[in-house]
């Protein structure tokens, strides 16, 4: 008598299991949000992807990576395509010093790293 009740426990718990949907892949909200860096400043990015890869830019698309100290870094890529944050730390649109802007701007020549047509 266990016996049958036993099979008959792990066919329901076979039939749910293989009834229930595996997720689906939720691409990311593509608003600003406000993240805070450790020296207290708040600046904005954009979140892009899904659950398996991500990729965070600053409002007008370029490419962020946070460094070691947690800190949103403006991206930079190696020689052999990895891409890694660069010693310049980001700040909002209206903060951006003149080295800023002259870093950026030979920047948005790299298309994997400036993807500011794909935020409009």
């Known amino acids: 008598m266990k016996r049958p009740l036993f099979l008959l426990a792990l066919l329901l718990i076979a039939s749910s299991s293989a009834l229930a949907q595996k997720p689906s892949k939720v691409p990311a909200r593509r608003d600003s949000m406000a993240v805070c860096q450790p020296n207290g400043t708040s600046v904005y990015v954009v979140l892009l992807g899904d659950e398996h890869k ?29 891409i890694k944050p660069s010693h310049r730390i980001i700040c909002n649109i209206g903060q951006r010093s003149k080295q800023d802007n002259r870093y950026l701007k030979r920047m948005k020549k790299n298309p994997n790293l400036y993807i500011g047509n794909i935020l409009k």
Do not use: M
């Open 54 to 82: 991500r990729l965070y830019t600053t409002t007008d698309g370029f490419v962020v990576k946070k460094n070691k100290k947690g800190y949103f870094c403006y991206a930079k890529q190696s020689c052999n395509g990895i």
